[in-house]
Nanobody, 122 residues
Framework: EVQLQASGGGLVQAGGSLRLSCAAS????????VGWVRQTPGKGRERVAC????????LYADSVKGRFTISTDNDQNSVYLQMNSLKSEDTAVYFC???????????????WGRGTKVTVSS
């Protein structure tokens, strides 16, 4: 059974940094794409970042390029999202997500963990 458990959200000032972690179980990163999707009441769901063996490089939303970095630790079976230079518009609930093989289009992942809330104060 695929399980994803995100952590690391919290309150941070604009310009600050935060690192989200996701403990994954029930699958390996060899066969699955993993990523982060955020959701806000006004903007809906947005795929923030995704990484897989089937994609040449990690994929990022234009809104976070150059500020966010996704990474994986195969030994820990964990996924991370390093968020730097945070802005108020990054405020959202962040979900750790997974899907078979390659990163799906948009936020159409098959597997979702519980979200972790990130609040950026201006």
């Amino acid at each position: 059974e695929v399980q994803l458990q995100a952590s690391g959200g919290g309150l941070v000032q604009a310009g600050g940094s935060l690192r989200l972690s996701c403990a994954a179980s029930g699958f390996t990163f060899d066969d699955y794409a993993v990523g982060w999707v955020r959701q806000t009441p006004g903007k809906g769901r947005e795929r923030v970042a995704c990484i897989s063996n089937d994609d040449e490089r990690p994929l990022y939303a234009d809104s976070v390029k150059g500020r966010f970095t996704i990474s994986t630790d195969n030994d820990q079976n964990s996924v991370y999202l390093q968020m730097n230079s945070l802005k108020s518009e990054d405020t959202a609930v962040y979900f750790c997500v997974a899907d078979r093989f390659a990163c799906p289009r948009g936020a159409h992942f098959d597997y979702w963990g519980r979200g972790t809330k990130v609040t950026v104060s201006s």
